[in-house]
């Protein structure tokens, strides 16, 4: 992954055109992979793994909204 020294005005547009959705699609299946060799051989099934996946998905997003909410300040 690309790193950026410094952060310049534009430098968000160039950092998101350089990663794109397939950046995010990459780390998702990773995820999912690594996912499914950690899950003990009974889980090991599709219907397992989406489950325990949503929990964990679920789980973060409850996470960013609640860190969001406590970091923002007055700004919010």
Known sequence: MA???SFEEG???RMRDMMGPGQADTCIR???QM???SLPRSK???DDVECEFRR???RALRDMREDFDAF???AG
Request: hydrophobic residues 50%; aromatic residues 10%; proline residues 5%.
């Open 44 to 46: 090991k099934n599709p």
């Open 35 to 37: 996912l499914w060799m």
């Open 56 to 58: 964990l998905v679920d």
């Open 72 to 74: 923002r300040g007055d």
């Open 30 to 32: 990773q995820a999912l």
């Open 3 to 5: 790193a950026f020294a």
């Open 11 to 13: 430098d968000e547009d």
